[in-house]
Antibody
Framework: EVQLVESGGGLVQPGGALRLSCAAS????????MHWVRQPPGKGLVWVSH????????TYADSVRGRFTISRDNAKNTVYLQMNSLRAEDTAVYYC?????????WGQGTLVTVSS | DIVMTQSPDSLAVSLGERATINCKSS????????????ISWYQQKPGQPPKLLIY???TRGSGVPDRFSGSGSGTDFTLTISSLQAEDVAVYYC?????????FGQGTKLEIK
């Protein structure tokens, strides 16, 4: 099983930007799709974005399309989420996850708070 | 987008009894020619990330106890815990992994009666 560690969260003002990183252990990172999923405080899970194994395909939730960009560096075993034009409603714990059938490995999450 | 609707929103079951959570998708979740229903179930305990329980509607994830089972096809799916244990108190989510956006249900909170 892969280990996933997110970083890059924090407090940012509305309209600001953050880049989240998710570092994966293991040499098979390049074989799998990766996702970002978020969870607003006290609420349910919301899928945000996915990237395929070689980075040639990405998709986004409507709520973030045009503001967020997912990317990956297979040489560094890392997936990223660049978040621009942040809004209060983007406040959440952000998880990265690997998909094999289902989302079989998750990080511990990183908290993003958008507030003035 | 495929909408996933779980029922009930919350559930209280006695220890040792059966717990059943339902999930309905707004359209088929069979992916391409795979003939598999791309439905997953997750368990989330407070302060923890979700844990995969079931994928492809009925395949248990690695290390998942066999008291957890998934069933259903088409647009109606069920997660069953055959004999509730204290450690099963959690929020449970279904998710479709058929077409993007890969939507989750709203969650079902399971408690001990």
């Amino acid at each position: 099983e892969v280990q996933l560690v997110e970083s890059g969260g924090g407090l940012v003002q509305p309209g600001g930007a953050l880049r989240l990183s998710c570092a994966a252990s293991g040499s098979t990172f390049r074989n799998f799709w990766m996702h970002w999923v978020r969870q607003p405080p006290g609420k349910g899970l919301v899928w945000v974005s996915h990237i395929n194994n070689d980075g040639s395909e990405t998709t986004y939730a409507d709520s973030v399309r045009g503001r967020f960009t997912i990317s990956r560096d297979n040489a560094k075993n890392t997936v990223y989420l660049q978040m621009n034009s942040l809004r209060a409603e983007d406040t959440a714990v952000y998880y990265c996850a690997r998909s094999v059938g289902g989302f079989d490995s998750w990080g511990q999450g990183t908290l993003v708070t958008v507030s003035s | 987008d495929i909408v996933m609707t779980q029922s009930p929103d919350s559930l209280a079951v006695s220890l040792g009894e059966r717990a059943t959570i339902n999930c309905k998708s707004s359209q088929s979740v069979v992916f391409g020619s795979s003939n598999r229903d791309h439905i997953s179930w997750y368990q989330q305990k407070p302060g923890q990330p979700p844990k995969l329980l079931i994928y492809w509607a009925s395949t248990r994830g690695s290390g998942v106890p066999d008291r957890f089972s998934g069933s259903g096809s088409g647009t109606d799916f069920t997660l069953t815990i055959s004999s509730l244990q204290a450690e099963d108190v959690a929020v449970y989510y279904c998710q479709q992994f058929c077409s993007s956006p890969y939507t989750f249900g709203q969650g079902t909170k399971l408690e001990i009666k």
